[in-house]
């Protein structure tokens, strides 16, 4: 049996929305991972804490007025308000089990986003703070208010016309509890619960 798992978008119109994140990057300290795909960092836990985390949404001012055009624009051009429209921008770990709220902007205030946006901010999110397992961003253009039910067209609050995942991941491994070998005396010992009464 296949495990192969896919995400079924069937709206139809998006057009260029759909990728609008397709030239996002996100920056953890000097390692760069492009959308949709991963790093693999080697650090120390402290090093990792350390590490500052911000998405550049483009890679210099003009193609950033782009970025903010095409934004602004394909809403129109695929039937929506931009009013209907935000950005939203998920961190995650798993191993943690946490998701957090990092950043959201609605899409007519888009004038005030800078082209890099900290994630830390004056704390960094618990979701970040996963030096043993890593963590994942998602940045998503999602309905803000609900709309009228259309065939094939997007209606509820918070469904994402486009995404991208940016994932950092770790080779130290879960910290968990190593199994310990017992020295010889203490597996001799009659107290070990481990000992048998006819041995």
Request: with cysteine.
């Amino acid at each position: 049996m296949s495990k192969e798992t896919r995400t079924i978008r069937p709206f139809t119109g998006l057009g260029e929305l759909a990728s609008v994140f397709d030239s996002t990057v996100l920056r953890f300290g000097s390692d760069v991972c492009l959308a949709n795909e991963s790093v693999t960092v080697d650090l120390t836990p402290p090093e990792f804490l350390a590490r500052s985390v911000v998405l550049e949404w483009a890679a210099d001012a003009e193609s950033f007025e782009r970025f903010r055009q095409c934004v602004a624009a394909s809403p129109l051009a695929a039937g929506f308000e931009l009013n209907d429209l935000g950005i939203m921008v998920i961190a995650s770990s798993t191993f943690l089990k946490i998701a957090d709220r990092v950043s959201t902007c609605r899409v007519p205030e888009l004038n005030g986003l800078s082209r890099v946006t900290d994630l830390v901010g004056n704390r960094k999110p618990d979701a970040l703070r996963a030096p043993f397992s890593g963590f994942a961003v998602d940045v998503y253009l999602v309905l803000t208010r609900a709309l009228p039910t259309g065939t094939l067209q997007p209606h509820r609050v918070g469904t994402w016309l486009a995404r991208s995942q940016f994932r950092v991941e770790t080779t130290q491994g879960p910290a968990l509890l190593p199994p310990t070998p017992h020295r010889e005396s203490v597996r001799a010992s009659p107290s070990d619960p481990g000992t048998h009464p006819s041995q």
